[in-house]
Structures are given as structure tokens and as C-alpha cells.
């Protein structure tokens, strides 16, 4: 039994993806807390933004945080859950938290090759890049305050579930 694995980071960043594959290889649960909340409430993020607000879309989302957590899972988590002290908090007690890091031209390309696959709404309207660079520029810190672990999210997802197993392999041993 190991701890659950938490994957953080702004959207784009590969948490649904790199989590598929490195639950698969460590043979954990894969769980998405965006999925989860939609499946619970039977309703898209879109739909609970726009019909109850964000702050209980917020709240939506650190009950599902608390829910999905359980041993041997890895947690692939919504991009704002770092917002809130108590999520922050709660990942970082609870299990090994890993932020997967990447530059905002990598995170603005991503996302304009595939807008579909990301249904909550855009934060504020703008253009991809400069929202991006927004939303980084307010979050990174607070990523890097939840997590135990800072991984390079720009390369290949195989490479990515490697270094993330290396530094798994590291937090066991000590
Ligand atoms: P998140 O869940 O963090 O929002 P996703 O896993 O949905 O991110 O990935 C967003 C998009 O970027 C998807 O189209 C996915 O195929 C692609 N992607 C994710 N990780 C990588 C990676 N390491 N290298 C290249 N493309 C990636
Ligand atoms: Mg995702």
C-alpha cells in the first residue's frame, strides 16, 4: 500500500495523461477530481459554473478532493485546486504531491492544439497565451507550495511517468 499520489498543475500540463500511465505502471487507481465532481453532480464544470458560481464549484471540488482520497490512487486534480489553503494543506499531509511544470508557451500550445479537451471555462476571456501566462504567474508559487515534488511536464509523457517513478522510488527509500 503507498500513499496517494497527487498530480497538480495548470491546465494543459498533462495530469490526466501522465496519471493514466503512471497508474497503470505503478498498479494504482487512477482518479481525475475534475471527472469525479462531474459524474457526482451529473453535470459539466461549464454547466456547475454557470448554474451555482465558482465558489461552489470550489467547494464542489475540495469534497471530491477529500473523497477520491485514498491509498495506492493517483489523484489527477483540477488546475485551481492549489487555490485553497485547506487543499493545499490536505494533499501535502495526506500523500506525495507532484507538480508537473511547464513554460507557457508549452501549456499555450497544448491547449490551442486541443481546446475541446479542456471544458471549463476560460477564466477571463483573453487569448490562450496571455490567460496562460496569467494564470501561471498567480499559481506557480502556490503549485510549488503544495508539492513535494517539482517534475519537468515538457517532455514526452513516458519521460514524464519516468521521472515521476524515479522521484516516487526516492521518497520510499528515505
Ligand atoms: P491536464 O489534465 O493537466 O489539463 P491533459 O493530460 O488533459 O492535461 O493534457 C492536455 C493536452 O496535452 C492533451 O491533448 C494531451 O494529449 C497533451 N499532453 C499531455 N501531456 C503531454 C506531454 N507530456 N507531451 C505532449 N503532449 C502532452
Ligand atoms: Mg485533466
Not at 107 to 129: D, H, M, V
Request: proline letters at 5%.
Amino acid at each position: 500500500m503507498t500513499l496517494p499520489i497527487y498530480l497538480i498543475g495548470a491546465r494543459g500540463c498533462g495530469k490526466t495523461t501522465v496519471g493514466q500511465s503512471l497508474a497503470l505502471a505503478q498498479g494504482c487507481q487512477f482518479i481525475d477530481t475534475d471527472r469525479w465532481l462531474q459524474e457526482q453532480a451529473q453535470k459539466s464544470i461549464a454547466e456547475i459554473v454557470e448554474q451555482e458560481g465558482w465558489p461552489a464549484f470550489r467547494a464542489r471540488e475540495t469534497a471530491a478532493l477529500e473523497a477520491v482520497s485514498a491509498p495506492s490512487c493517483v489523484i489527477a486534480t483540477g488546475g485551481g485546486i492549489i487555490l485553497s489553503e485547506h487543499n493545499r494543506h490536505f494533499m501535502h499531509e495526506k500523500g506525495v504531491v507532484i507538480y508537473l511544470c511547464a513554460s507557457v508557451a508549452v501549456l499555450a500550445n497544448r491547449l490551442a492544439a486541443f481546446p475541446q479537451e479542456e471544458q471549463r471555462p476560460t477564466l477571463t476571456g483573453k487569448p490562450i497565451s496571455e490567460e496562460v501566462s496569467e494564470v501561471l504567474a498567480q499559481r506557480d508559487a502556490l503549485y510549488r507550495e503544495a508539492a513535494h515534488y517539482v517534475v519537468d511536464a515538457s517532455l514526452p509523457p513516458q519521460q514524464v511517468v519516468a521521472e515521476i517513478e524515479a522521484v516516487l522510488q526516492l521518497a520510499r527509500a528515505s
